[in-house]
């Protein structure tokens, strides 16, 4: 089958660095996206890796292994704004994007 | 329009009525994606249009669920005899480019929330 796996809950301070990572098994891959979606909102494009490495965006950061079919997304300088679910997605065969559970953030003061 | 517009953007419904939820994708965009998201859960895909076309039907939970996409832009998601456990939020989702070689983001509409009583 598919699936994505990823830390149901991550807990930091603000103005910490957290990681969330995310591990996939599906039976085709283009790229890994990563998506932030706040309570009662609309899920909103972050980042997405098609190749090995690390690509940055501002405070956010995404990297991606396909040998060893991970990611991670990377948020530093975390501000109370950035508490919210962020979800992992792989677009693979047959164009079916497959989302994770999600990862809810809590940022304390 | 400037974004992904769904209505309703709330459905309440006795168990066994039809519903009707409508998705208005962002213009230009080719690509046009049902998502099912229960409370505190991930997204589950539904379906998939690319143009009027859906190549992939496989996520619809039953054949009480169908969809429709007209002119390459509105679409229509209609689920039949609903039960309980058709509640969640329906999320819509448009984008300019298919899967492959380019990075494609989604869009999303801010979703129906139905709730079958």
């Known amino acids: 089958g598919q699936s994505l796996e990823q830390p149901s809950e991550v807990t930091a301070v603000e103005g910490a660095i957290v990681q969330i990572n995310c591990t996939y098994q599906?039976?085709?891959?283009?790229?890994l996206s990563w998506y932030q979606q706040h309570d009662g909102g609309a899920p909103t494009f972050l980042s997405y890796n098609a190749l090995d490495g690390l690509e940055e965006t501002g405070r956010f950061s995404s990297f991606l292994s396909r040998s060893d079919s991970y990611g991670y997304l990377l948020l530093q300088e975390l501000q109370m704004k950035d508490s919210a679910s962020y979800f992992c997605?792989?677009?693979?065969?047959?164009?079916?994007?497959?989302f994770g559970a999600g990862t809810r953030l809590f940022v304390k003061a | 329009g400037a974004g992904v517009s769904q209505s309703p953007s709330n459905k309440v419904t006795e168990k066994g009525k039809d519903v009707e939820l409508r998705c208005d994708p962002i213009?230009?965009?080719?690509?046009l994606y049902w998502y099912r998201q229960s409370l505190g859960q991930g997204l589950e895909f539904l379906i998939y249009f690319q143009g009027n076309s859906a190549p992939d039907k496989s996520g619809l939970p039953s054949d009480r669920f169908s969809a429709e996409r007209t002119g390459g832009s509105v679409s229509t998601l209609t689920i039949q005899r609903t039960q309980q456990e058709d509640s969640a939020v329906y999320l819509c989702?448009?984008?300019?480019?298919?899967?492959?070689?380019?990075?494609?983001?989604?869009?999303f509409g801010a979703g129906t929330r139905l709730s079958v009583l």
């Open positions: 213009s230009g965009h080719t690509a």
């Open positions: 599906t039976s085709g891959f283009y790229g």
């Open positions: 989702a448009s984008s300019f480019s298919v899967s492959g070689l380019a990075k494609n983001i989604q869009y």
């Open positions: 997605a792989v677009e693979g065969g047959g164009f079916k994007t497959i």
